[in-house]
């Protein structure tokens, strides 16, 4: 069988363009094709994860209104209370000076026939005794002889914990029935238990 081909070269090239064009067109459908395709799965896959998240959205308040979990909520808070408390009252009771140490260690000092009639304490702002948070005692008596007054004093000065002793030349005056008054030091944190 012969073929005999009629048409003009212009045709022939008319031919061969729309059979590129064809050709192009049906590729680009194509790629249409499934740039849409890609694009409804991704929207399909997008709308699915909403759902999804608002069924775990759902079932997460369900858990929180659970009785349990709310129970459990309120003694976690409760307990970071309390624990905030402890710790204040741990500070404090660490902080704490224990005055009873002081009377102690002054009422070992005084040696039978003196009295002691006032102590006050303040904290003692810097001198060339003390230093910073020292507290500086006074105390106040009366001693029924010189002797119990030499031993109150010698007492004082070879205290390991008291320092510092300032005495009134007014406290050498009488010899017997004497009313005295000293002055002594303490480190602050000997009262800290």
Do not use: C
């Not at 849409?36 to 308040?61: C, D, H, P, R, W």
């Amino acid at each position: 069988m012969i073929k005999i081909n009629l048409l003009s070269p212009f045709d022939k090239r008319n031919l061969r363009w729309e059979k590129m064009n064809n050709l192009a067109i049906r590729s680009v459908l194509w790629i249409f094709f499934a740039q849409a395709i890609f694009a409804a799965v991704f929207l399909f896959s997008l709308q699915y994860i909403k759902i999804e998240e608002g069924i775990v959205n759902m079932q997460l308040k369900d858990i929180q209104n659970q009785s349990e979990t709310k129970e459990m909520d309120e003694m976690e808070i409760a307990l970071a209370t309390y624990k905030n408390k402890i710790d204040s009252i741990a500070s404090i009771q660490k902080n704490r000076r224990s005055w009873t140490i002081l009377f102690e260690n002054i009422a070992e000092l005084v040696p039978n026939g003196v009295r002691l009639e006032s102590i006050s304490v303040q904290e003692d702002s810097v001198t060339e005794m003390s230093e910073v948070g020292d507290l500086k005692i006074t105390v106040i008596g009366n001693a029924k002889t010189r002797e119990d007054l030499l031993d109150l004093e010698s007492n004082f000065e070879h205290s390991e914990s008291l320092y510092g002793l300032e005495y009134n030349d007014a406290n050498y005056v009488e010899s017997v029935d004497i009313d005295f008054n000293y002055a002594f030091y303490m480190k602050s944190e000997k009262l800290l238990r």
